[in-house]
Nanobody
């Protein structure tokens, strides 16, 4: 069983920072691509950032230069450092893991990030 638990969301003013964490169980972390998605009401779910088991990262254009994804293998945890937050960053952020046999996508429960003016 794969279990992903996000934490670190909250309310922050525009220009501020938050650090999201995702703790993974089920022995999937070391062999998976981890990612952060976000979704706002009425909008399509968006892949914000991802990181492979080898450490390669990718970012959505909307967050490049502001967000950083990283992983800690010893803690089976992936992080999303969110700086210079904008109103449009407001969303529920979901941790995902892609891997396993057969490969599939696993989802966390989500954590709310609200950016205020």
């Amino acid at each position: 069983q794969v279990h992903l638990v996000e934490s670190g969301g909250g309310l922050v003013q525009a220009g501020g920072s938050l650090r999201l964490s995702c703790a993974a169980s089920g022995s999937i972390f070391s062999r998976s691509t981890m990612g952060w998605y976000r979704q706002s009401p009425g909008k399509q779910r968006e892949l914000v950032a991802s990181i492979t088991s080898g450490g390669s990262t990718n970012y959505a254009d909307s967050v490049k230069g502001r967000f950083t994804i990283s992983g800690d293998n010893a803690k089976n945890t992936v992080y999303l450092q969110m700086n210079s937050l904008k109103l449009e960053d407001t969303a529920v952020y979901y941790c995902t893991a892609y891997g396993g046999l057969p490969p599939r996508v696993y989802w966390g429960q989500g954590t709310q990030v609200t950016v205020s003016s």
